[in-house]
């Protein structure tokens, strides 16, 4: 009988060397798009998909994150005395439910698989969600609720994926599709990073993935695949192998790559023109940036 997904798996435990120097005392899911961290929209998106029990991979450095979710009494009660409801009511949505969070050392970087792992015993036997809150992605549904649909239908194991260029294929884990079904991608195999020229296809694995406990006991038996990292792809590509019980899932919405510097500044832009009290102010400074460009070329 099929599951209902109610835990997913934060790994956050990366050290964000290529946002230094901020990374330097700040955890770089701390870092805001407008005035959220990168982590409360990955909080956000997995309470919309129904997820009810957070765990997060973390490591040495993470503190700020655990603060971020406890409650601030003393704030709460300075915004309560000043009648700031609707900063109360903002900071209601960090709150967790005590015993909803969970956090988790990963005591050696070596690899999203290995972080993953750290949380078996947390997973137990029950279908998981991983999510990664580099990846961003704006959308009318939630990525992932439009994947616990996908989940519903097969009962498989689903990958958020996405056509990249093909220079940047050797960026991802890569799909080999058996057949499209689009949305719906039945693969032969899966493979992380590979070398320029060598990618089966185009479609890339972004950072979503509703997983069976299976991937955890692959995740048991597999050695250091690219980078010498444990790599969660090298999991779901034996599951691939012994079930086939995989899905690639073109969602619909659009991914930023917070990973990186320019994707970070694009979703500060999109996110920012998209809110009701700064988008119209904004759009028009860019606007007037533009044109000063453009007229000084
Ligand atoms: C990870 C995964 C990769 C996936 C990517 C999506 O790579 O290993 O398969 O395509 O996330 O963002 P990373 O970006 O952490 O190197």
């Not at 601030?72 to 949505?93: I, N, S």
């Not at 992605?137 to 994926?161: R, S, W």
């Not at 195999?189 to 972004?206: D, F, H, Q, R, W």
């Not at 999109?270 to 700064?278: K, N, V």
């Amino acid at each position: 009988m099929k599951r209902r997904l109610s835990k997913a798996i934060f790994p956050v435990a990366g050290l964000g060397t290529r946002f230094l120097p901020a990374t330097k005392s700040i955890p770089k899911e701390i870092m805001t798009l407008v005035d959220r961290p990168l982590i409360q929209y990955a909080i956000d998106e997995a309470r919309a998909a129904g997820v009810r029990e957070f765990i997060f991979v973390t490591s040495r450095g993470k503190s700020a994150l655990e603060d971020y979710f406890d409650h601030a009494p003393e704030l709460e009660a300075a915004l309560r005395r000043a009648g700031k409801t609707e900063l109360l009511e903002t900071l209601k949505a960090t709150n967790m439910e005590s015993g909803a969070i969970a956090y988790i050392r990963q005591h050696r970087p070596m690899g999203l698989g290995h972080a993953v792992w750290c949380a078996r015993r947390l997973v137990g036997d029950e279908p998981f969600a991983v999510i990664l809150p580099d990846d961003v992605i704006d959308a009318e549904t939630p990525c992932l609720k439009q994947m616990v649909e996908a989940f519903e239908e097969t009962g498989g194991n689903i990958v958020a994926a996405m056509e990249v260029p093909p220079a940047r294929t050797s960026a991802y884990g890569i799909l080999d599709i058996a057949e499209d079904r689009d949305p719906l991608v039945a693969v032969r195999g899966m493979v992380e990073k590979p070398a320029p020229g060598t990618a089966p296809s185009n479609l890339a694995v972004i950072g979503r993935y509703i997983l069976t406990p299976a991937i955890m006991g692959h995740l048991n038996r597999i050695k250091g695949g690219a980078g010498g990292e444990i790599q969660l792809t090298d999991a779901i590509a034996r599951e691939i192998e012994e079930t086939g019980n995989v899905y690639g899932f073109r969602f619909r919405g659009r991914r930023y790559d917070c990973g990186s510097k320019a994707g970070f500044l694009q979703a500060t832009v999109a996110f920012g023109l998209a809110r009701a009290d700064l988008g119209p102010e904004f759009w028009d400074y860019l606007v007037e940036m533009v044109a000063m460009r453009r007229a000084a070329q």
